[in-house]
């Protein structure tokens, strides 16, 4: 398919690449993200990269939408490559027991051991698809085939904020205490939303990508009592 | 200082919202009419963003500490008792005086949202550039929560408030002495119109069947009970799906209007969230955005397609019509207790006046 304009009332416009999800789709998103910040125009106050395409919000009085919509239309050509503005992140996660209070379930599921999920989800690059559902909240993928699971048949009216969970092909971490129906597997320390960060309250932005790392529980506790003291820079959260 | 007595209903603290996070899932938030948000702020002396209290169909009771410029946009039918508990109609779409004190009961809004703005805007922390309450998430306004009894708001406290705070106290003084005070008053409210709302085709129009489309076009849809700063929900003829009524999560935004498997169509307001996986039969232009915030549940809307050309003149017509509704406010002399205000603090008023 061919990337395309739609209208999204007179405020906004929306690129789309595509219908489905799909990392190569997303990286084309990434890209024109990329191109268009670059472009560095006036009259934009929101660039909303999707699963598979991408929504500037602007004020049409400022900026004349026929013009616009082809500069996007150019933005869509941008090759994709590693993004200058995407970070590789290194999350720490406690797995299991009160932590993760589904992992035995997706263990017996799915027909593997719980070290073996552990194993495979810390082994996978995640990419961020997209933040949204509440603020500060990454859709991650994609999971391995077999670790594919519908949703929970009832949600949990409070998953604990800090959760790291699973449904389909995607992994999430809740920023915020919320109703939930993924699969709870483990629980991060790191703060995933600070609304202190002016510049960034989000940790993870879309084209972000992210490694777990596991830890022991004492080494969670440790962490997770540092961030709470704000004794802890963000940045020491990135890959290496 | 404002203290707040009763809020028999949520009332919460909006601005312009809180662009610019979008793609960290931040909602937008801000008042659902910004008009009205910018008239109000114009009566009590403010820049058109200043934070206000934005209130739906009762508004609270609150006392003032000190002496306080303040006013109503919308149709309130508001009351003030002073201490003695003599009480005096608080009229809508001008400047008032609250001296030490008084309080201001705002009573029962006949149109479906109001503000109430105080000279030198509502002293709040801004939370991610914006003083919006979005309880969803606990952010802006008081503890990112609606206002209840006892919650004590302080006033004045913006960049501009020095100059502000110090007009306000030269127009007591300017009334206190007999001359034209600087306290306004708009002769031609604004009527929200029951007009057909205007709306763009939306980006998944080929979601849905011709059939569908003639429907959204040619019936009205009533509001339902589910209605709040997040959306609208409607009834109405059941909007047909061609192509199933699940998209891949894409970008959404307010004035949106997506139709979810139960063919329900939803309007999107100021709170919704930043992406939504229902297709979108069409979006409502952005001039026409205020007028949802007044919908009120059993209302019927009808829906007129225009196009982008169209839109952009009603956006360039709505910004002009504002700005000559601002500049069409006229000078007024304010009904308001002289007695307490000389007693109180016309000595405060003159001892900041001349620094």
Redesign the interface.
């Known amino acids: 398919m061919k990337p395309r304009l739609l209208a999204l009332g007179d405020g906004a416009l929306t690129l789309e690449f595509g219908e489905h999800i799909d990392p190569a789709l997303n990286a084309k998103v990434i890209a024109a993200r990329d191109a268009l910040a670059a472009m560095k125009l006036e009259g934009i106050s929101d660039v909303v990269p999707t699963w598979r395409s991408l929504t500037v919000h602007f004020d049409p009085l400022r900026l004349d939408r026929e013009r616009f919509g082809q500069q996007l239309l150019q933005c869509a050509l941008a090759e994709t490559q590693e993004s200058a503005l995407a970070t590789r992140w290194q999350l720490p996660v406690v797995f299991g027991d009160e932590f993760g209070p589904d992992l035995a379930a997706v263990a017996q599921a799915t027909g593997r051991s719980a070290v073996e999920i552990i194993e495979a989800l810390c082994a996978t690059e995640l990419r961020v698809f997209l933040i949204g559902f509440l603020p500060g909240f990454p859709y991650l993928g994609e999971l391995p085939d077999w670790l594919r699971l519908p949703r929970l048949a009832t949600p949990r009216a409070a998953v604990p904020a800090n959760s790291l969970a699973i449904a389909g092909a995607q992994a999430a971490i809740y920023p915020w205490q919320s109703p939930g129906g993924w699969h709870l597997l483990g629980r991060t320390p790191v703060r995933l939303f600070d609304v202190d960060n002016v510049d960034r309250p989000a940790l993870l932005a879309p084209g972000d990508s992210v490694r777990l790392t596991p830890i022991g529980r004492d080494e969670f506790e440790r962490l997770a009592a540092a961030v709470a003291a704000h004794a802890i820079d963000p940045a020491r959260w990135q890959a290496k | 200082m404002i203290e707040i007595l009763d809020a028999p209903l949520p009332a919460s603290f909006q601005d312009g919202g809180r662009?610019?996070?979008?793609?960290?899932?931040?909602?937008?938030s801000g008042a659902l009419d910004a008009e009205w948000l910018a008239i109000a702020n114009a009566l009590a002396g403010n820049p058109p963003a200043t934070v206000a209290l934005e209130i739906r169909l009762r508004g609270p009771r609150l006392r003032a500490t000190r002496p306080l410029t303040l006013a109503l946009a919308g149709e309130f039918s508001a009351r003030i008792e002073d201490a003695a508990g003599q009480s005096r109609t608080a009229g809508n779409w001008r400047s008032l005086v609250l001296a030490d004190n008084e309080i201001l009961d705002c009573g029962f809004l006949k149109s479906g949202i109001g503000y109430l703005a105080v000279q030198g805007g509502f002293d709040l922390p801004a939370?991610?550039?914006s003083r919006s309450t979005y309880a969803?998430?606990g952010?802006g306004g008081i503890d990112g929560r609606g206002i209840k009894a006892g919650d004590r708001i302080r006033v004045g406290a913006d960049e501009t408030t020095a100059l502000q705070g110090g007009r306000a106290k030269d127009a007591l003084l300017a009334v206190a002495d007999g001359a034209t005070p600087v306290l306004l008053r708009l002769p031609q409210p604004p009527r929200v119109t029951d007009a057909p709302l205007r709306v763009?085709?939306?980006?998944q129009r080929d979601y849905f069947t011709d059939a569908a489309w003639a429907a959204f076009l040619g019936a009205g849809f009533s509001v339902g009970r589910e209605a709040d700063r997040m959306g609208l929900r409607l009834d109405g003829p059941r909007l047909e799906h061609m192509r199933g009524a699940d998209?891949?999560?894409?970008?959404?935004?307010p004035?949106?209007i997506q139709v979810p498997g139960d063919g329900r169509p939803i309007i999107l307001l100021a709170d919704c969230?930043?992406?939504g996986g229902y297709p979108?039969i069409a979006?409502?232009?952005?001039a026409d955005l205020p007028r949802l915030g007044h919908a009120l549940p059993g209302q019927t809307l009808r829906f007129v397609e225009i196009g982008?050309d169209e839109?952009?003149a009603a956006?360039?017509e709505a910004?002009a019509a504002l700005a000559q509704c601002i500049a069409s406010m006229v000078p007024d002399r304010a009904e308001f207790n002289l007695d307490a205000l000389y007693s109180a603090n016309l000595i405060d008023g003159v001892i900041d006046a001349q620094h």
């Open positions: 662009p610019g996070y979008r793609h960290l899932g931040v909602p937008l939370v991610l550039g969803r998430a952010l763009i085709a939306g980006p998209i891949i999560s894409d970008a959404v935004m004035g949106a969230q930043t992406v979108k979006t409502v232009i952005g982008l839109a952009l956006r360039r910004t």
